[in-house]
């Protein structure tokens, strides 16, 4: 185990940050351990390197096949070679320009990154490999019943898409990352929608999927999976729920109505009162109004319509002494 001894007497910024560096070097997970023994003025910090996540996945060189695996090795190179060329159609295989190849040789991860796409060479009793497609999937996370934060049951259903960004993490990190991300993504929209009310779920939509698609991206990083996007579709109320709402949406909206009819009314008894008022100061516009209401309702029935007519209206024609 590696350790480092640092006099404490000299400790300034530029030491701290050397070792700070030290400590990080090349991302490496370190435990430290500060030991000062008595009547000496330097302190030790220990160091342990842990092993990577992925080190027990490192790549199979030809030294760790070992001795039964030279000798499959070579029994499998003397079939290949006494079934020429028919043994080509086992050792030599095809991927498509969206799917890649994790080959296995004796169970260890071969060296290099996954194959493909083109032609690769396998061999037969050795090798095994798996393939995974690299286009973009969607599915279809089933209505999840939910219980909104102010106690209220609603069915949420989603899609989600997705891809895998990293073929030989997919295929050994976890045992079926399709299963994986479908189950993950229908636990996730149940955990967001139960820690928001029924009006954020309904009119915050975008900002609850763009939260989803992070959370499932965070989580699903480490399988090799990449989701690209997550959409509410459908959010199913409960039928008296919707009963209710539909009828405070009819109320709210008849209280609106007789909102803007009494402010009509109120306008227009305004007007009314400004051409009064305007009338009175005039008298002959009074008198054209009259005889305007005449001519409006003579209009309207073919019939006669006797009116008294006003001394003050005669009062203009009749000639003066």
Same mark, same amino acid.
Request: proline share 4%; glycine share 4%.
């Given at each position: 185990?590696?350790?480092?001894?640092?006099?404490?007497?000299?400790?300034?910024?530029?030491?701290?940050?050397?070792?700070?560096?030290?400590?990080?070097?090349?991302?490496?997970?370190?435990?430290?351990?500060?030991?000062?023994?008595?009547?000496?003025?330097?302190?030790?910090?220990?160091?342990?390197?842990?092993?990577?996540?992925?080190?027990?996945?490192?790549?199979?060189?030809?030294?760790?096949?070992?001795?039964?695996?030279?000798?499959?090795?070579?029994?499998?190179?003397?079939?290949?070679?006494?079934?020429?060329?028919?043994?080509?159609?086992?050792?030599?295989?095809?991927?498509?320009?969206?799917?890649?190849?994790?080959?296995?040789?004796?169970?260890?991860?071969?060296?290099?990154?996954?194959?493909?796409?083109?032609?690769?060479?396998?061999?037969?009793?050795?090798?095994?490999?798996?393939?995974?497609?690299?286009?973009?999937?969607?599915?279809?996370?089933?209505?999840?019943?939910?219980?909104?934060?102010?106690?209220?049951?609603?069915?949420?259903?989603?899609?989600?898409?997705?891809?895998?960004?990293?073929?030989?993490? %997919?295929?050994?990190?976890? =045992?079926?990352?399709?299963?994986?991300?479908?189950?993950? !993504? @229908?636990?996730? $929209? #149940?955990?967001?929608?139960?820690?928001?009310?029924?009006?954020?779920?309904?009119?915050?939509?975008?900002?609850?999927?763009?939260?989803?698609?992070?959370?499932?991206?965070?989580?699903?990083?480490?399988?090799?999976?990449?989701?690209?996007?997550?959409?509410?579709?459908?959010?199913?109320?409960?039928?008296?729920?919707?009963?209710?709402?539909?009828?405070?949406?009819?109320?709210?909206?008849?209280?609106?109505?007789?909102?803007?009819?009494?402010?009509?009314?109120?306008?227009? %008894?305004?007007?009314?009162? =400004?051409?009064?008022?305007?009338?009175?100061?005039?008298? !002959? @516009?009074?008198? $054209? #109004?009259?005889?305007?209401?005449?001519?409006?309702?003579?209009?309207?029935?073919?019939?006669?319509?006797?009116?008294?007519?006003?001394?003050?209206?005669?009062?203009?024609?009749?000639?003066?002494?």
């Amino acid at each position: 185990m590696p350790f480092l001894s640092i006099d404490t007497n000299n400790w300034n910024s530029e030491t701290s940050s050397s070792a700070y560096h030290l400590l990080n070097y090349s991302g490496t997970v370190v435990e430290t351990e500060m030991a000062q023994a008595s009547g000496s003025s330097a302190a030790t910090i220990q160091l342990q390197q842990h092993p990577s996540k992925f080190e027990d996945l490192r790549p199979s060189e030809d030294g760790e096949i070992g001795f039964c695996g030279y000798i499959l090795f070579a029994l499998s190179m003397f079939l290949i070679v006494i079934t020429f060329p028919f043994s080509l159609c086992l050792c030599i295989k095809v991927v498509q320009e969206y799917e890649r190849v994790v080959i296995f040789r004796l169970g260890r991860i071969m060296s290099g990154n996954a194959k493909g796409p083109g032609m690769f060479f396998i061999i037969p009793c050795m090798d095994s490999f798996a393939k995974v497609d690299l286009r973009t999937i969607s599915f279809n996370v089933p209505p999840q019943e939910v219980l909104t934060r102010d106690s209220v049951t609603v069915a949420v259903d989603a899609v989600v898409y997705y891809r895998v960004n990293n073929a030989t993490m %997919s295929i050994v990190n976890v =045992e079926n990352y399709s299963t994986s991300t479908r189950l993950l !993504a @229908a636990t996730t $929209l #149940r955990n967001v929608l139960g820690t928001k009310n029924l009006s954020e779920i309904l009119s915050d939509r975008e900002n609850i999927s763009h939260f989803m698609q992070t959370s499932l991206d965070d989580a699903t990083e480490h399988w090799g999976v990449k989701v690209e996007r997550v959409e509410m579709k459908d959010v199913r109320l409960p039928v008296q729920l919707q009963r209710a709402m539909a009828a405070e949406a009819e109320a709210s909206r008849e209280a609106r109505a007789k909102v803007i009819a009494a402010e009509g009314e109120q306008k227009a %008894s305004k007007s009314l009162k =400004e051409a009064a008022d305007i009338m009175i100061e005039s008298p !002959a @516009a009074l008198q $054209l #109004r009259y005889l305007q209401t005449l001519n409006t309702i003579a209009a309207e029935k073919n019939s006669t319509i006797l009116f008294p007519l006003p001394i003050d209206i005669l009062s203009a024609f009749m000639p003066k002494k």
